[in-house]
């Protein structure tokens, strides 16, 4: 048994220090508090016990002089805080008890807590699964990010079509972090390069600060605390007096303007948007502040320049902050008299390189001429690198191209790893984008396959499943994610899948409550949840899925008496602003749910419901209530995914392609526990190279002939034969994601899940063997994999108990 490390509050104590919050930080009494005066006193009154360990864990850290790990992300996609550090305290009885004693709802207080929606999705979401596991493991890590004053847009439907609004978290205190106003960094842009002395000196155009505000990152039992720090930009001077005296009122407040600007919002594109001043001014911003901090804090602990990759682990989470090689170097040679040669040597030994995508379109690129006005200085460090690179590795790959700076080669080539994040994409990295790269420098690109925190994603958010898990294997599961593999020896145990399947069951009935609540919903807790969740994109295939809603309600209308196997297509997600395809989508899904929902012959079988604005506290929600996980994007398009794993790992069997980590997930839980259809990666490729694969496709399937002309006509957007010309046309012209090529095997694949879902003791026991098998997905494993392949860090919690 693992003993927690903090010591438990009584339930009488903890409701004091409660009310003591409300009367001293929130300057209220208990009569006239609000829902948010009671969650921010819980906040503060649980953080209150995160500060001794976060302490501890710094103290040890500096006293060790071992490696640290620096997580270098744009993204941070954290969601709420309270139950987390409620959880990892082991305090999270006390806090509902006491806060009931109070007199108020537990889970409305959680709740009214904002998202901290600091990322797009995967990648963000994975920086802060990645947190957590440093955190719980030990290992001595620092996140670097920004603080965005708005985070990710929300989404709103109106008839049926995405509208964003700002995301305003900040309008309220974020009592999760602490600002530390005295650490600050000047962060350049622009000017000239000159060289004086025979020493190259940047004189910068504009200055901003970073300003840093710090959270602690509490591990599970609290046995650990790591640090978040983002960065917020300030102006240099707040004012400009000289400006302001001789009447030019908009110079005088300029610097401030600029400053501002940097960390005002979270660029809501996940896929590169491309040639944004303002996204490089946020990309360099962020590095260039982090590498200060850790080389400031390397030095006043009396370390030697020479000695840096020792100490420092840096890890960049894609491209985004792949300035960091030239920003290195930089300050290496300009800071510290290093020779190019040598600041090339040791940045790349500290530097590794994360890739998520393979998709053209998201492969950073800037125009060199932005490049060399925005960062004169690292726009010759480049050439340098390049130079370098060309000297052991020859002339077949550059950096600069096509009047471009590419960011993907330029990280790969100042890392000492690249890793994919999944085996099949892993492959994919060495076989297509850096293929030559790979070639030239062999061994450099390995595989780490992406995990998920089981503290977040089953302990937390499925308390019904935690509890019978609890009774079946002991409580040393959260950290120790194999364990689960002992549920195996129970799926033929009658009581066991009755239990299993009671979890389920409330599940989707508090999934049910919260609909009804939050928008009026209805739906039938008995029928099958079939759920796909995640941004919406061409290449996930959304579209796929409501086609295949559409081709079955025809189905059921032309036999309204057949065994049809009730269903509810949920969906949720938002669409970047300027996607347009993927907005048609989205109002196609909305529009089809109008009509289909209002069908009477099909109402008790099929209904489609879209809530809006899905983020991680409505994952939270949905995927411990589904029965079905779609993934279905075309093979070889998602690097790995990885709510496909949170949906695994709560009992919901996919539906899904060999994309990403699907295959590892089919080769855990087992063939026969997985719906598999489409075609393969390499058929994928090969369909590409046969003319008119699409019309092709088309004309051979009448079921999906008939869904297309359906939408066509007008039937679900009243009558509007303009609104899904193009969606329809692009099917038909371009169909680069192949909806048409695998659209009947999918339709087939669907029916095998009508089969087996009415089966409802084979498919308990189906959704329990998911959850047995998923052991290997935690994100502790991965963490693992990067410390010892990539970081070569070590945990410094005492050894652990067995
Ligand atoms: C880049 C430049 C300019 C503007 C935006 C961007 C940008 C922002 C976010 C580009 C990409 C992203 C995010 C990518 C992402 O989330 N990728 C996902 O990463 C997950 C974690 O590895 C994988 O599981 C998913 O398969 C992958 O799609």
């Not at 947190?131 to 049926?160: K, N, V």
């Not at 593999?485 to 599940?507: C, I, P």
Request: hydrophobic share 40%; charged share 25%; with cysteine.
């Amino acid at each position: 048994m693992t003993t927690p490390r903090i010591s438990a509050p009584s339930v009488e104590a903890f409701s004091a220090a409660i009310l003591r919050h409300l009367k001293l930080s929130l300057g209220k009494d208990p009569e006239h508090a609000s829902l948010y005066d009671w969650r921010m006193s819980l906040a503060l009154s649980l953080r209150d016990h995160v500060v001794e360990p976060w302490f501890e864990s710094t103290r040890k850290t500096y006293e060790a002089r071992g490696k640290r790990v620096y997580y270098l992300s744009m993204e941070f996609l954290i969601g709420r805080l309270v139950e987390d550090v409620a959880v990892n305290l082991g305090f999270e009885d006390i806090a509902e008890e006491a806060i009931t004693a109070l007199g108020q709802n537990y889970g409305d207080v959680v709740a009214n807590e904002p998202d901290a929606a600091l990322g797009n999705g995967g990648l963000g979401r994975l920086a802060a699964c990645f947190m957590d596991s440093l955190s719980t493991l030990g290992i001595p890590a620092y996140g670097y990010g920004i603080r965005y004053e708005h985070g990710l847009f929300e989404q709103h439907f109106e008839e049926g079509a995405q509208i964003e609004t700002a995301e305003t978290w900040l309008s309220q205190a974020h009592v999760w972090e602490f600002e530390r106003p005295e650490v600050t960094y000047p962060i350049h842009f622009g000017g000239h390069v000159a060289v004086e002395d025979g020493k190259t000196v940047w004189h910068a155009g504009e200055t901003v600060m970073a300003s840093a505000y710090d959270t602690p990152v509490l591990g599970w039992q609290g046995r650990w605390a790591n640090t978040l720090r983002l960065w917020a930009a300030k102006p240099t001077t707040n004012f400009d007096l000289e400006s302001f005296n001789r009447g030019d009122y908009i110079a005088a407040s300029a610097p401030e303007a600029l400053a501002r600007t940097i960390s005002r919002v979270l660029y809501p594109d996940d896929t590169t948007d491309v040639g944004k001043e303002l996204r490089l001014k946020q990309e360099y911003f962020f590095t260039s502040a982090s590498l200060q901090d850790l080389l400031r804090r390397f030095l006043s602990e009396g370390g030697a320049l020479k000695d840096l990759p020792d100490h420092v682990a840096i890890q960049l989470n894609d491209t985004h902050p792949a300035i960091a090689g030239p920003e290195l170097v930089r300050l290496l040679m300009d800071e510290h008299q290093f020779e190019v040669a040598q600041a090339i040597t040791t940045a790349r030994a500290c530097l590794a390189y994360t890739n998520h995508t393979l998709l053209p379109e998201a492969l950073e690129r800037w125009p060199e001429d932005l490049f060399a006005r925005v960062l004169p200085r690292h726009y010759r460090i480049i050439q340098l690198i390049e130079a370098a690179h060309f000297a052991t590795a020859g002339e077949t790959v550059r950096i600069f191209e096509h009047g471009e700076v590419k960011m993907g080669e330029l990280a790969f080539v100042m890392a000492h790893h690249v890793n994919g994040v999944s085996a099949l994409h892993s492959e994919l990295v060495k076989e297509t984008v850096f293929s030559d790269l790979n070639a030239a420098y062999p061994g450099r690109i390995i595989n780490q396959t992406n995990g998920i925190t089981p503290r977040r994603w089953l302990y937390t958010c499925n308390r019904p499943l935690r509890g019978l898990i609890n009774d079946t294997i002991g409580t040393a599961w959260p950290d120790n994610l194999d364990q689960l593999s002992g549920l195996t020896a129970h799926v033929e145990d009658s009581a066991f899948l009755d239990r299993f399947q009671a979890a389920k069951d409330a599940n989707k009935a508090r999934l049910a409550d919260w609909l009804k609540a939050r928008d009026g919903v209805s739906v039938d807790p008995a029928a099958m949840f079939d759920v796909q969740i995640k941004r919406i994109h061409e290449y996930k295939r959304q579209l796929m899925n409501l086609l295949e809603t559409v081709a079955l309600w025809n189905d059921i209308r032309a036999n309204p008496n057949g065994a049809w196997t009730p269903r509810v297509k949920l969906f949720g997600g938002k669409a970047a602003p300027g996607y347009v395809v993927a907005k048609e989508i989205i109002h196609l899904i909305n529009d089809a749910a109008r009509v289909i929902n209002a069908d009477p012959v099909t109402r008790e079988f099929l209904q489609i419901v879209y809530p809006e604005n899905y983020n991680v506290s409505m994952a939270e929600m949905l995927i411990p209530a589904a029965d079905l996980s779609e993934q279905i994007s075309t093979a070889g398009k998602e690097a790995s995914g990885t709510g496909n794993m949170k949906f695994a790992l709560n009992g919901a069997p996919t539906i899904g392609t060999l994309d990403g980590a699907n295959v590892e997930i089919r080769d855990c839980v087992g063939a026969e526990n997985f719906f598999l259809f489409g075609l393969t990666a390499a058929e994928v490729t090969a369909r590409r190279a046969e003319p008119d694969y699409a019309r092709t496709a088309i004309a051979a399937s009448p079921r999906l002939s008939e869904v297309l002309d359906q939408i066509r006509s007008g039937l679900f957007s009243g009558g509007d034969r303009d609104r899904y010309v193009n969606l329809v046309n692009g099917l038909y012209d371009h169909d680069y994601f192949l909806v048409t090529c695998d659209f009947d095997a999918y339709f087939a694949a669907q029916r095998q899940v009508d089969t087996a879902f009415a089966d409802s003791r084979t498919w308990t026991r189906m959704a329990a063997l998911n959850t047995a098998r998923v052991g290997w997905f935690s994100s502790d494993r991965t963490i693992s994999g990067y410390a010892k392949d990539i970081w070569q860090a070590q945990s410094l919690l005492e050894q652990r108990d067995a």
